[in-house]
């Protein structure tokens, strides 16, 4: 039986491990080589051509240089992909790390032109809105994408559900829009447990692996899915830039697709109980979750994103207020990121979205919360009590 063969939940747990049993081992190896033996000069030689160029070492090939290859991250790149219904995943130090080896790929590819899609998480807003990496970027509404492309457009960026308000974008027709261009499409929120972009038409699928994929607070990384000819171009921009995911990063992220499944379907059965109660209240703006009513008006919980998933957000209608719970909670974490067991809140307008201008900037008095494993009466007691402060 091999992995391809397993249902989605057999797959996180088993993929990127098939070799384990002939290695006499259950989990696997941390290498954590900077260097590696080189045979001889001409092999040497020849691996170091086919890695910084892109390419992927035989069996038993030496990966020269860890900036090149690292074989336990190469395990949860295949594992990653497998999830994703992609060729090839590649994995960075961040997100962001990430996001800018797909972005260099496409600059050196002469289509430097993005059409991109808001909101977007604060940083890809701002690495665009700069040009820092040499990108030019057109602001598009969803269904004004076909319209936004000239002739050096290199990718269409895209996040659905969307940071902070969790707005879900209709992918499939956006990616009918972008025609021949390739969309990539932002999928930190919902995971491949929820939503897969590739099935949509998306081409790559970008992870900022630190929030769900990894899911435990402790790793910071990044990674794409995307066609093996693609992986082929953006991979060298990762060998020279060398923003490449540490081994022992590649391990956990890879442990922790193990229990992605389970941890994702839980957090958003709490979320939906937690995102009820907080609809119900009427000292609140609004509760921002693809599973409230009115939330969803294109229906693409059940056909496009399988659930609502676990993250919400909710407008308590100022700024004041909203630093007043969120400096008031007990149980729940108030800090950044998202996706890990336990439950943590922001406030994005006055962290994580500052370096976004102030027209796409969002609301003053919305809440970010990101729910974790533990009891909803627990998360609902915290919010309770820190609402009345
Ligand atoms: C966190 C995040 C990123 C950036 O990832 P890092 O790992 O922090 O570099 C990108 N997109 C989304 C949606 C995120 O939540």
Redesign the pocket.
Known sequence: MTAENLSFDSRAVHAGRGDLAGLGLHVPPIDLSTTYPLPTVDEGGAAYELLSGGGVPEPGQTAVYQRLWSPGVARFEEALAGLEGAESAVAFA????A?TATLLSRVAAGRPHVVAVRPL?G??DHILATGLLGTRVTWATADGVADAIEEDTGLVVV?SPA?PTLDLVDLRALCAQAGEVPVLV?N??ATPVLQRPLELGASIV?H????FLAGHGDV???AVACSEEMARQIRPVRAITGAVMHPLSGYLSHRGLQTLPVRVRAQQDTAQVVANWLADRDDLERVHYPGVEGADPAGLVGTQMSGPGAVLSVDLGSFERAARVAEGVRMIVHAV??GGVDTLLQHPAAVTHRPVTDDAKPGQGILRISIGLESPEDIIADLEQALAR
Do not use: I, P, Q
Request: aromatic share 8%; proline share 0%.
């Open positions: 961040s997100g962001m790390a996001l998480y940083g890809s996040e940071n932002d930190t929120f970008l900022s692996v630190t929030k910071l990384g990044g990121s998202l």
